[in-house]
């Protein structure tokens, strides 16, 4: 029988995971004074060493996309931070005959949120009503006013800029100063304008003015790749760190958490894991437990931790564990507008992203679709990567001094727009155990059901016809792959997962029959086991998630804090 290596003390807390959930519990309850140990299933990071903001595409091998080309059009590690990717080696899942999921995942301390786009917008109050506003899926069981304190103490603690500006469906938050609009902004601003449709300075973690130690942005325009400076939000340097500074967390990296046990009173006991290091199985005790592996993995995790007590797994006598997986509905276009060819090459430079977006504004009308998206758009002369140039030379013959002259005056005179809206959730949508895959350390994987219903169809359809209008008011031409609403993605709309807001799989509410976890994302089923990342979520609006993760992991964490202390857990 495999030895298996128990750690001597048990600790206060054992959090698993430690990206946007799993850093901010450290740092909420290793300051609240409790002992904390974090499994993480990646390696440390080392920003000096592992982030590559400010390489150029030169400096890498192949200019960064593989050989022959292969990583072309792929969010790949090497214009990326770290040890994030769509596929993992030795660590598969699988989609389900008929469905198509696609699962980015992080390995590494942190997790997603070195690669984040770092857009940071708050739910509105009727996104936690949604059931009581037009009857389908379910309300929270929590309010905006719950949850507002907590996200202004999430912003004022990682920095957000934004403006306030008043908008029903997107609430203002404490924000700092954004940054000034590039012309490409203010180009869709004016034609938005036109077409009456809001747009207004982005609401993004990056700071504008120096906090806590962190610069401000020094405007490199290339978030996803890490921020030496720390002037993004990550976990991994404004979470953990302050978490560390108690000396009250023990971070053990290269941990796979496998299964959470319990005892004999029902209660979660111990969390077995691999020592990726040394491929070996270690045990580590606790009083509580916070699981914030992400959505889908913290899914993985409860369902494969079954015993007599739970043989369907932990925190699942429901049954919704899994369930009620949804993803932001994704569809795309683009503009080409002949005046930028005419711009003179000027600094384009700021933020790695957008400054300014399109926030939900048809809120007040009866649209052919229930909830609601928004829209963030990309464009100008930022440092090109490797593979900007292939549309060109694809659409113009001839090489030499007149090719050169197209790519300049083609590049930057485009603009992407990206939809990104609320799907509800829906009975053919979501993970469960696969009965015979194993990842490389012998853990039962995940198998993924998926499919679109009408309503998200038609939300990609009005997505296309918005992206256009907009377009032909700033006097571009409208481009778009999206076709129509035919074929495996009608109107364009992205494979479920692509958008990385995949969330719900271990839902809360106030009936323990239809949910797993109460208010405080603690299970109704056992009361020293917490489950703060994405998949407490009851509803995916078309706001980012990341936000929201915080503001509800901080408030777990406050509350498991205050239950600790009254001996409660
Ligand atoms: C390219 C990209 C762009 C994005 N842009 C945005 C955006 O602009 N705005 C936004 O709101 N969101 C965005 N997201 C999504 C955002 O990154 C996630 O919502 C967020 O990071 C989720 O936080 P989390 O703590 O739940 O999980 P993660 O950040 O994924 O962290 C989970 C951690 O748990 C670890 N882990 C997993 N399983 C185990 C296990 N069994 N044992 C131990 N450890 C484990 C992982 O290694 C990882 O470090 C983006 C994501 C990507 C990849
Ligand atoms: S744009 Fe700003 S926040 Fe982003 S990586 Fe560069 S300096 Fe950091």
Redesign the pocket.
Known sequence: MAQITRSPKPYDVCI????????TAAKILTEGGLSVVM????PPLDPARDYKEHLWPYDLEHRGIGVGGKLRGE?NSEF?APN?AWDIDGEPYVSAPGSTFRW??????????N???????RFAPVDFKSRSTDGMGDDWPITYEEIAPYYSKAESYIGVFGTKENISSAPDGVFMPPPPPRCTEVLVKKACDKAGILCVPSRMAILTKPLNGRAACHYCAQC?RGCVTASNFS?SQVMIPSAQDTGRLTLITN????EILVGKDGKAEAIS?IDKTTRTEKRVNARAFVV????C?SA??LLNSRSRLFPDGLANSSGVVGRYLTDSVGSSGAGYFPQLAKVPPHNHDGVG?MHMYIPWWKFDRKNEFLRGYHIEFYGGRFMPGAGDFDGVCEEYEGYGAPLKQKCRSSYGSYIGFEGRGEMIPNENSYCEIDPDVVDRWGIPVLRFHWRWSDNEIRMARDMQETFRSIVEAGGGTFQSKAGDGSGPHPYGITDGGVI??ELGTARMGTNPKTSALNKYCQAHDVKNLFVT??ACFVSNPDK????T?LALSWRASEYLLEQAKKGNV
């Open positions: 698993i995971g430690s990206g946007a959930a799993g850093g499994l993480e299933a990646g969010l990326l994030g980015f995942r992080s390995r590494i301390v942190g997790g997603r949120t690669h984040w786009g770092r857009i940071a917008l996803g976990s941990a796979m958490a496998r894991y914030a592996a992400s959505a993995e993985r995790l992203g990385i807001h990342d994405a980012n998630p990341t936000l993760i």
